[in-house]
Structures are given as structure tokens and as C-alpha cells.
């Protein structure tokens, strides 16, 4: 198991924690992060996209003008396709672009993001990042002191002074452990582990 110094806001150690192996030192394989990701984003896309088909255009139905005799090419009524303020031949129309993958591989791909993170040295553990009130200079007064931006800081229950106070900070985001997930964890180039926060995570992976 690799063992990971604990710091408090100031940035001083206070102790240390066991991580288990089963999740920060797993084989990290590109393209189970890869394909996770991508399933990740797909659920995310609107798939809202549409057009109006022949049937919907507002207009008459009527024949243009008749057959034939006229010299002109034959026409159907104003909604064709071939006329201006016709309807859309084979245009998008609204679709979910979600595709799942097993359960397994997602929870792998979890172990992968995370023990990444742990092999470049980018994890940071706090005993707690309790603040006293909503004040986004704390937050940032805790950043500075730790030497840490574009950060994911992940904690063990709702902790709302922390999450209103960072709101407003670019390139931070604060997770509950319950929402970890791969795309957040590559996204972000440093990760803020609250200590109790592991027993979470390592609940979660390791069932």
C-alpha cells in the first residue's frame, strides 16, 4: 500500500494514510479511459437537433400548376423538398446519443483515473476543509497555502460553505465522493482527497 502524507489548511503534515493498491495502483490501459470518457460526454449532448420535414412545413397541398403541357419540369405542391421554404430531406431530428458501457469497466476505468493521478504525484489528502463561513478569499487563502490549482477537491458529505465559497473560482471544482468520476479526474490536473472521503471511495470500488 502507498502511504501519502495528510495536511492540514496551512499546508503542514499532520499524519499519514494507507491507499489501498486495489484502486491508486492499478495497470492504466488509454483506451478504457478513453472509452469511458467518450460514454461520459455522449450522455451529456443535448441531442436536440432538428429540422422540419416535408409534412411539417406550413402550405397548401395543392399541384403548383397541372402535368403536363406546360413545357416545365412536373411539380408537386410548394412544401417539395427542391423549393425554397421546402421541408429538409433526411435532416436531424431529436435522438439521445447515450451508449452504456458494463459496470465492471466503469469501475475500473475509476481505479485507473485515480492511481494515475496518484503515480504523477498530483493527489493532495486534508484532514478537513472545514470553513467557518461562505468567503471565497478563505478558499483560496487554503489553495495558496497547499501551492495547488486547477484542482478537484472531492469530500465524504456536503459541506455547503466549501461548495458556495468555490463556486466563483475558475478551473476548481468540489465533488462528494458518491459523484467521483472519470472525466472529472482527468479533466482536472490536481486532486484534493478529504480523509474521510477514502473510506468512501475505496467503499464504493472495492464492494
Known amino acids: 500500500m502507498a502511504v501519502v502524507d495528510v495536511h492540514n489548511k496551512a499546508g503542514e503534515k499532520v499524519s499519514q494514510v494507507e491507499l489501498s493498491d486495489d484502486i491508486f495502483n492499478v495497470l492504466v490501459r488509454q483506451s478504457i ?10 450522455k451529456r449532448r443535448s441531442g436536440t437537433a432538428s429540422v422540419k420535414g416535408r409534412s411539417d412545413v406550413k402550405g397548401s397541398t395543392r399541384k403548383l400548376f397541372r402535368q403536363k403541357g406546360t413545357g416545365r419540369a412536373r411539380r408537386g405542391d410548394i412544401k417539395a423538398p427542391g423549393l425554397r421554404g421546402g421541408g429538409v ?11 452504456n458501457i458494463p459496470k465492471k469497466v466503469r469501475r475500473l476505468a475509476l481505479k485507473m ?37 486547477k484542482v478537484l477537491i472531492v469530500t465524504d458529505k456536503k459541506n455547503e460553505n466549501l461548495e458556495l465559497s468555490s463556486r466563483n473560482v475558475p478551473d476548481v471544482k468540489v465533488l462528494r465522493s458518491e459523484g467521483l468520476n472519470v472525466y472529472d479526474l482527468l479533466k482536472y490536473e490536481k486532486l484534493i482527497l478529504v480523509e474521510p472521503s477514502i473510506k468512501d471511495i475505496e467503499g464504493r470500488l472495492l464492494a
Open 33 to 42: 479511459l478513453h472509452e469511458v470518457v467518450r460514454m461520459q460526454l455522449a
Open 113 to 149: 483515473a485515480l492511481s494515475t493521478k496518484l503515480q504523477e504525484k498530483q493527489i493532495s489528502i486534508l484532514d478537513n476543509f472545514d470553513l467557518d463561513k461562505i468567503k471565497t478569499k478563505e478558499f483560496l487563502d487554503v489553495l495558496n497555502a497547499l501551492s495547488l490549482e
Open 89 to 99: 430531406v433526411f435532416g436531424p431530428t431529436p435522438r439521445s446519443y447515450a451508449f
